[in-house]
């Protein structure tokens, strides 16, 4: 099997020691069918075991492995190497997070404004068990289905330039993931959500640039969930201000 040797730059970051990120290259011999996980774990194995970064699945599956790769937010389970330019590649931590350690950054204020839009189902009532399953037709099921996709590996963040300018914008896969919900037809919290979604730091920070969907890697499209929730929230509000009410169902 040929082999292409690359010079790997990893931004690293050891806060016990380091006063600032700094770069350290690394002489990678690469396979064929390699992608940027598997020199990174190379050089884990080979070069260099200091080196930290987070992946598990090596399936675009888990989202875990997420980072900058010639500055572009990617997976790295799925950015292959013979994809790349030149044999020099340069690997970061995401952009617009705070760096915990080498590649990994820290997800707190994700996880916040994920919890904060309430990403599982809810309903006024339920029915028990014996009246039997809360079944949904193909069609009901289609208009929610692309956003189960996601797989929270933080990309659309990285590339969200109103999440760069203002942090506490909800940001769009916790915002796609609120209009997941919203389209179910098992789903009734709606209005529970409209209070954090249909706000200045929810939807209406969003400017429609749709660097989000073009980075996704598992064509969510973000972007298209946040203004189709721009569109319900508007109505809703004109049904309450001529008084039919904003009712989702």
């Known amino acids: 099997m040929s082999h292409r040797t690359i010079d790997l730059e990893v931004m690293r970051y050891r806060p016990e020691q380091d006063d600032e990120p700094w770069v350290q290259t690394y002489k990678v011999p690469c396979e064929e069918d390699w992608v940027v996980l598997d020199a990174l774990i190379y050089v884990k194995d080979n070069l260099d075991g200091s080196l930290s970064y987070r992946w598990s699945c090596h399936m675009a599956v888990c989202g875990s492995c997420g980072m900058m790769i010639n500055g572009e937010p ?25 760096i915990e350690r080498d590649l990994v950054v820290v997800m707190d204020d994700f996880i916040e404004k994920l919890q904060r839009v309430k990403p599982y189902i809810i309903r006024d009532e339920s029915k028990p068990i014996s009246e039997g399953e809360h079944r949904q037709t193909p069609a009901q099921l289609k208009k929610f289905k692309q956003y189960t996709l996601c ?3 933080l990309c659309c963040y990285a590339a969200c330039p109103q999440y760069a300018l203002i942090p506490e914008f909800i940001g769009p896969a916790a915002l796609t993931l609120a209009h997941r919900y919203n389209q179910d037809s098992r789903d009734q919290g709606w209005e529970e959500r409209e209070d954090v979604v ?6 209406w920070d969003c400017a429609f640039a749709d660097a989000c969907s073009i980075v996704c890697p598992k064509h969510v499209d973000p972007a298209s969930a946040i203004q189709q929730m721009k569109i319900s929230s508007t109505l809703s509000w004109y049904k309450n201000l001529i008084g039919l009410g904003g009712k989702k169902r």
């Open 74 to 98: 990617a997976l790295s389970c799925k950015t292959f190497i013979r994809d790349l330019p030149g044999d020099v590649i340069r690997v970061e931590p995401l952009t617009n997070f705070p």
């Open 151 to 153: 797989i929270n590996c």
């Open 198 to 203: 249909a706000t200045n730091e929810g939807i």
